[in-house]
C-alpha cells in the first residue's frame, strides 16, 4: 500500500490517508471542501464527507445527492453523510447516493440538534444501540457491496458509559468504518474532551475506528492516534480554524489571506450567493482561525469579525495577501483534483 499515491490506506475502506475532514452543516459543502482538498495530498488529507443529508420519511432524490457531492471529482473519497430513522427511506436514499457516485455512505449518530432529536434521529438513537444496528443494517443491505456503508457516532447521549455496546452495534450492523466523536450528546462542544473514550470503542470491536474530538492542531493527529490505537483521525473545527492542519504546513499571513480570498472566489463562482453573503461566509472562519498568524490577539479576531462591509473585508484580505512573496507556492499548495 502506497498512502503517497493514494492508494487505500485500509482494505475495504477507499481513504487514501489517515486524516479525514469531518462533515460540518452549514460548512463543508462542495465550495469549502475542494478549497480545501486543493490543498493536499491524498496522503496527507485522505477524504472528507458531505455535511449530512436529512432524511425523513422520503428517500431522497438523486439530483439533491449530486448538489452534495459537487461537480468536481479528487483523488480523496467523498462520502456522503445520511442521517435518519426511517428504515425504508434511509436504505433508499443509500442506493440512489451510490447511482449518484458517492464512494462511501456514512451514517450519523451524533447530531445533538432538537430537529434531530425531535425526529428520533442522529444523536437521539445513541440511546438504543439496537436502532444503530438496525439503522446499520438497512443500509449495508441495500448498497449490497457497492459501497462501504460507516457509522459516526457520539460517546453517548448523556454518559459514556454506553460506549462499547454503541461501537458493537455498528460492528454488528455490518459497517465498514466507526467514528467516534469522544463527547457525549450532552458535551455538546466543549472545550474539554476525553480521548480514551476512542480507545474503548477502539478496544470493543475489531472494526477501523477514525478518532474525532479536539484534533486541534496537526500534532494532536499522530498524538489521538497513538494514544487511541484508531487508525483514522477526523478534524472539525480545527480544519476551519487551519485548513492544512492535515499536512501541518505553515503558512505566512500573505497565504493564509490568498486563501480565504480564493475561498470567497470559489463562492461566488457557483452563482448562488453574491460578494455579500460570500464575504460573510469567509469571515465565519475567523471565529476559529489559527493558520499563518493572521489572527495574533482575540481583539483582532473581533477586529475581523465585526467587520460589516464585504467591500472592506475583502479589502483588508487583498491587503495582507499582497504583502506576499509572490513566488511563494510549494508542492502542497497542487491541486489533487481531476476534472470529469
Ligand atoms: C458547524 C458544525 C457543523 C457540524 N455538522 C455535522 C454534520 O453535518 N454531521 C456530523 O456528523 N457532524 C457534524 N458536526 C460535528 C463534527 O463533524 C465533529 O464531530 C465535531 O465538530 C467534533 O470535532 P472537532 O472537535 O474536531 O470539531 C458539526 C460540527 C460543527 C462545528
Partial sequence: MNEALGEPLVAGLPFTGPWLLAPMEGVTDPTFRDVVLALHRPADLGGAFTEFVRVVDRPKLEREFRKHLGERRWAMPVGVQLMGRHLDALAASACTAVQAGAPLVDLNFGCPAKGALAGCAGSALLKEPR??????????????????????????????????????????????????????????????????????????????????????????????????????????????????????????????????????????????????????????????????????????RRSWLRMQDPVEFIERLRTVATAANPSERSLHERPAAVRT
Avoid at 475561498?263 to 461566509?281: C, F, K, N
Fill in 131 to 300: 436502532a444503530v444496528e438496525e439503522v446499520v443494517r438497512v443500509c449495508v443491505d441495500a448498497v449490497r457491496g457497492a459501497v462501504p456503508v460507516t457509522a459516526k457516532i457520539r460517546a453517548g447521549f448523556d454518559h459514556a458509559r454506553g460506549v462499547e455496546d454503541l461501537a458493537r452495534a455498528v460492528e454488528a450492523g455490518g459497517a465498514a468504518m466507526l467514528t467516534i466523536h469522544c463527547r457525549t450528546k450532552q458535551e455538546l462542544y466543549q472545550p474539554e474532551v476525553d480521548w480514551t473514550r476512542i480507545e474503548r470503542a477502539v478496544n470493543a470491536t475489531s472494526l477501523p475506528v477514525c478518532g474525532n474530538g479536539s484534533a486541534l492542531v496537526h500534532g494532536d493527529l499522530e498524538r489521538m492516534r497513538r494514544a487511541t490505537g484508531c487508525r483514522f483521525v477526523m478534524v472539525g473545527r480545527g480544519a476551519l480554524g487551519d485548513p492544512w492542519v492535515f499536512s501541518g504546513k505553515q503558512v505566512t499571513p500573505a497565504r493564509a489571506a490568498r486563501f480565504l480570498l480564493a475561498y470567497v472566489d470559489a463562492i461566488i463562482a457557483t452563482g448562488r450567493l453574491g460578494e455579500h453573503a460570500a464575504a460573510s461566509r469567509s469571515k465565519q472562519l475567523f471565529r476559529y482561525w489559527t493558520a499563518g498568524e493572521l489572527v495574533k490577539s482575540e481583539d483582532e
